[in-house]
């Protein structure tokens, strides 16, 4: 039986690329993500295997409803990718917009709480994983940096998870990337890392045997 892969932050840059990267190695995969047109024009691509979900990860609500009708459709959640994100407008504590401050925290670090609290009673029934997106900005300081404070949280909450989760045989890793061409940048960054290598990296770690615990791939564009 195959496995099932939730994920958010589906429609576009890591989470589409892990998606079709999943569906590539034979995993069920249920998209998330507020972009509708995206997401049905990933899941048509992708054919039987996707399910495409509607729904912000700041919503609570929304994202229980997700994993509902992701176990009602394959049948269970072996693993939850928690990819949702975003930077700020103008970086800074004093020059930042006090929205925009309330916006990155409330998608960076309640948007992954409300998916591990989603996802969690459903990955205890099959011992399963939960996957984070960190990144190179949470693991060095940078001048400054109120996104990379978020990210911090990431790298310290997935530690906390891991020893939590391994109570029950379950696991939990942090993918933390350097640089990577997406549309989290306005420009693009040809000469780092592309979706393709995390995707990569994601799947390595959920593909480990049982006895293996990944809990953080560091990956950096040699550019």
């Known amino acids: ?58 919503d609570l609500a929304a994202v229980e409803d997700a994993v509902a009708r992701t176990t009602a459709q394959f049948g269970g959640l072996d693993a939850a990718f928690a990819n949702a994100g975003r930077g700020l407008k103008t970086a800074g504590t004093e020059k930042a917009d006090p929205d925009d401050l309330r916006g990155l925290i409330e998608l960076n670090i309640l948007g992954l709480l409300h998916t591990a609290r989603a996802a969690l009673p459903e990955l205890r029934k099959t011992r399963g994983h939960l996957v984070l997106t960190g990144s190179a900005a949470g693991r060095r300081h940078i001048a400054g940096s109120v996104y990379g404070a978020t990210k911090w949280f990431v790298h310290g909450y997935g530690g906390n998870m891991s020893e939590e989760m391994r109570e029950w045989g379950g696991r939990c890793t942090v993918i933390a990337p350097g640089i990577v061409d997406t549309p989290f940048f306005d420009e693009a960054k040809p000469d780092k890392l592309k979706p393709e290598d995390i995707a990569e990296a994601v799947l390595f770690a959920l593909t480990r045997p049982a006895h293996a615990d990944v809990r953080e791939v560091f990956v950096m564009p040699t550019g």
């Open 1 to 58: 039986m195959a496995r099932t892969l939730l994920i958010t932050g589906a429609s576009s840059g890591i989470g589409a690329a892990t998606a079709r990267e999943a569906v590539a190695q034979g995993w069920n995969v249920a998209l998330v993500a507020r972009s509708a047109d995206k997401l049905e024009t990933l899941a048509e691509e992708l054919g039987d295997r996707a399910l495409a979900i509607e729904g912000d990860v700041t």
